[in-house]
């Protein structure tokens, strides 16, 4: 891509590269995947806690954006959307992945599968967790997507709760929850206080 | 004394999701209440954490395994002369359950048990569907214009 080229396709907007692509320009397509690669990854890894899942739901969920260009509704709201199809890419992952360790028969994997959260642990386990780490993965799924989308992608209320396809309030709650008990697991006092 | 103020506000001013007002009442809190101080520097020290086990860069060779995946995607292929349901129901932009209403009037085909459609074929549907619908508009102007001149005609 030439560098005059680079530079209009950074000044466009998300809608703009989808509108052009969707008239024949591969290299808009190009400039959305990497505005958004390190993004797609990072909440389908944290969400699998898998390396290697992560990378399937990266290839996965750009090649139905590329799928959806021709009926593509330019509002302003593509990364949420974008969103919407990482998480569902990552729902049916996690689907699957829970029916093969259940199907496993290695003895720590049914052992740890009897455990709370359960199927998302197996793979935790094989890196050395600190704290917080091990405080994220026993988080329930919907806290740990709310603060995923809100801290790590910096989304506000109302884009996290249209990527979850949730009310704003149900957000604040998840995101307040979700912190309240990482403040609690990683040895935090009692949040609600007397002076 | 009891502060009121709760973990879910503080979550809120950090998110940046209090109006004017608030914000400024809860910062002067903040101020004043060495315990809000402390659970808001909490809040902002969790998210931290948090940022930090969860920022997992994009192995650069998955990153490029991802490219390559998506630049032969991305080739415009050539159109396919037989299409199957499914890309029969993103070309009319139709759920399956509305493209199953209309199926008996498509020039479809079967093939091992799968239904398919020549793509010239189904174009050729959509042009006698579109003059269909014109010539439909145009018998239904007409008779309007009739019943019109005959009702003024009654009148007169």
Redesign the interface.
Known sequence: MAVGEVVRTDAMTDDQLMLE?RD?D?GA??AL?GRY??SV??FA??MLAD?AA??EV??ES??AV?RSA??YQARGTFRAWLMRIVRNRCLNHRQAMKARIFGQERVEANQVAAQRPGPLLVLEQQEEL?G??KA?AYLPPPQREA??L???EQM??VEVAAVMDIPVNTV??L??RA??N??EA?G?KD????? | MTCDIRLEQLSALLAGELDVTQTQVLRQHIERCPACATLAARLQDIDQQFRSAVDQPVPPEAARRARQAMHAAVQRQPTPEIMTLDEVGQCLRLTPSQLAQILEQLPSFSVAGEVRIRRDRLMQWVKDQEQQAFRDRVRSQAARSIRMAFEQGIAS
Do not use: C, W
């Open positions: 692509f024949g591969d397509f190009d995947f690669y390190q990854y990072r890894r944290a390396g992560g990378e990266l290839q750009f090649l590329a021709e009926s600190d917080v780490r994220i603060l995923l809100h801290v790590m506000p209320y604040k709650t995101i307040h912190r309240a990482l403040i990683t935090g949040t609600n206080h007397d002076m």
